[in-house]
């Protein structure tokens, strides 16, 4: 069973920088054709891509956010990391991190809410 575990601070300071690490266990990051994403969802509000990493190491982030975003892995640990910069209270938000396939995003971590305020 694929399980996907974010981690990370809850309360970041703006200006700064989030950075959330998600686990994945029961599976490799770098399984072919998949690819590692990660999503957020603030309050009252919809569900917003940000990005993923692929099986292979590339990268791919929403334009709206590019400027903003890294995201990296650590094979060895069957890690993959968001980072996002110079953040203002409007990227406070639930992230989630996801994989993502053929039959779409499955399964998705349970979610970490990140609270952007001095």
């Known amino acids: 069973q694929v399980r996907l575990q974010e981690s990370g601070p809850g309360l970041v300071k703006p200006s700064q920088t989030l950075s959330l690490t998600c686990t994945v266990s029961?599976?490799?990051?770098?399984?072919?054709?998949?690819?590692w994403s990660w999503i957020r969802q603030p309050p009252g509000k919809g569900l917003e891509w940000i990005g993923y990493i692929s099986y292979n190491g590339n990268t791919y982030y929403s334009p709206s956010l590019k400027s903003r975003t890294s995201i990296s892995r650590e094979t060895s640990k069957n890690q993959f990391t968001l980072e996002l910069s110079s953040v203002t209270p409007e990227d406070t938000a639930l992230y989630y991190c996801?994989?993502?396939?053929?039959?779409?995003?499955?399964?998705w971590g349970q979610g970490i809410l990140v609270t952007v305020s001095s």
């Open positions: 996801a994989k993502e396939g053929d039959q779409g995003f499955a399964p």
């Open positions: 029961g599976d490799s990051i770098t399984s072919n054709y998949y690819y």
